[in-house]
């Protein structure tokens, strides 16, 4: 058995913290059994380890996000590149091409799709070893995991087996892919023992190297990675799980949630605050999310997420929160910053002096992702001054190696390299003559 990890994605409605150059996966908001910070992709090994099949994982990202995965899970993780954002269709083609070339596994072996942004228990894990079995037994081409609702929820996309789930541990055949409904819906299907579709997939290794084939693309991962742009952008629900006749699905009857929203994410958290803030006796199932140097005071407010981060500040009712996306389209443009991501994570704007139609002077906030590099080679660095504000570093010049601990600063030089050893905020102070 081996296993992709999806991890591609940025996940827009957790805004403000999530963003390209960190996604939502690597948001470091729960904890482990030792109370130490986790991201979900964490969270997701720790169960995977347990049971043994941290070797058997492959993990899918994005060319930004290679640093901070190697920097959470360690470097010797099996990770493929994307070369751009498509979909989930395109990410696995490309992860099963690195397991048949990379990593010589067999055209037999099952392989299972797995998201990391769910808050579940182990038990659910064991189930994997169940749809290898369902895979290699061939009862099925394709198998999935169905959740036993808790709720009539249009968040979720619905399996809608053949009849009402039988014998416990037996995997039931699909009649129909129901995707996100409205809740009356949702309820209707229940009641006819629909299930929710938690995203996990499996099959043999061959099936998708065929498909590969089929599209007349190489199955070398080198050469389909050069030619990634050709694959089309679309889920892998749509282009294969909605058009496989041969399919059946294990069902789940447990502790599950998708995380992929503040209210989901708020109850998977063991803390009400986390970073500088202080939340009124008076507010009752609210929770405060910082990471701005400024404290932020809650009082009088229900059932609400307060999020405060250098991209802005949300505050939402829970179960307002996971409606962001169409807001934040239509928040576009309204940005006072000029800032954007970079390879070592991001600049904001944070002000600017102009004097006879020159900039003066502009302070920047640049925030490094541990492990991130600033390269002053080809950087203009002329009256330029950085004050770490957060996090440590180090700056490497001229073969001396200066570490920097908060409050410090540096002027930076052509050649010198700013390292994060953590993840770090410095603030750039750049005066231009007249």
């Known amino acids: 058995m081996k296993i992709i990890l999806l991890s591609g994605g940025s996940g827009k409605r957790l805004w403000p913290l999530s963003s390209e150059s960190r996604s939502k996966q690597f948001l470091q908001l729960l904890q482990d059994q030792d109370g130490q910070q986790i991201s979900m992709v964490q969270h997701t090994m720790n169960h995977l380890k347990q049971l043994g099949l941290d070797h058997e994982v492959v993990v899918a990202a994005s060319a930004r996000q290679v640093e901070l995965l190697h920097k959470q899970l360690g470097t010797h993780i099996q990770s493929t590149v994307e070369p751009e954002r498509k979909d989930t269709y395109p990410a696995i083609l490309l992860s099963c091409a690195y397991l048949a070339t990379e990593m010589k596994t067999s055209p037999d072996e099952t392989v299972i799709v797995l998201p990391v942004d769910h808050h579940t228990e182990l038990i659910f894990y064991q189930k994997l070893f169940e749809l290898d079995k369902l895979i290699q037994s061939e009862s099925a081409r394709l198998g999935l995991i169905g959740i036993r609702p808790s709720t009539p929820s249009g968040k979720f996309g619905y399996i809608l087996p053949e009849e009402q789930t039988g014998e416990p541990g037996e995997p039931v055949a699909i009649r129909e892919f129901i995707e996100k409904p409205e809740e009356a819906h949702a309820l209707a299907l229940i009641n006819q023992g629909a299930l929710w579709n938690c995203g996990v997939f499996a099959f043999r290794l061959s099936s998708m190297i065929k498909e590969i084939t089929k599209r007349g693309l190489p199955t070398d991962y080198g050469e389909l990675r050069g030619q990634y742009a050709l694959l089309p952008a679309i889920s892998f629900d749509y282009e294969v799980v909605e058009r496989e006749t041969s399919l ?100 904001r704007t944070v002000d600017m002096i102009v004097a006879d139609g020159h900039i003066a002077a502009r302070t920047q906030r640049l925030h490094v992702i541990a492990g991130g590099q600033i390269d002053c080679t080809a950087r203009e660095t002329a009256a330029i001054t950085w004050v770490l504000l957060t996090g440590n570093g180090s700056y490497l010049y001229s073969g001396e190696n200066r570490a920097l601990s908060e409050g410090q600063n540096v002027q930076p030089l052509p050649g010198g390299v700013f390292q994060a050893d953590t993840s770090c905020d410095l603030l750039e102070i750049r005066v231009t003559p007249a």
């Not at 998708?258 to 500088?276: C, K, P, Q």
């Not at 009088?300 to 939402?316: F, R």
């Not at 996306?325 to 070592?344: H, I």
């Open 248 to 347: 059946s699905a294990l069902v789940y009857d447990g502790i599950w949630s998708d995380m992929g929203t503040w209210d989901a994410l708020s109850h998977s958290m063991d803390n009400a605050i986390y970073g500088a803030g202080l939340l009124d006796h008076n507010c009752m199932n609210t929770n405060v999310i910082n990471e701005l140097p400024v404290p932020v005071l809650v009082t009088g407010v229900n059932d609400a997420v307060v999020v405060a981060g250098h991209d802005g500040i949300l505050v939402a009712g829970k179960h307002a929160s996971g409606g962001l996306k169409p807001l934040l389209e239509l928040m576009q443009g309204q940005a006072r910053d000029a800032g954007g991501d970079t390879s070592y994570g991001w600049t």
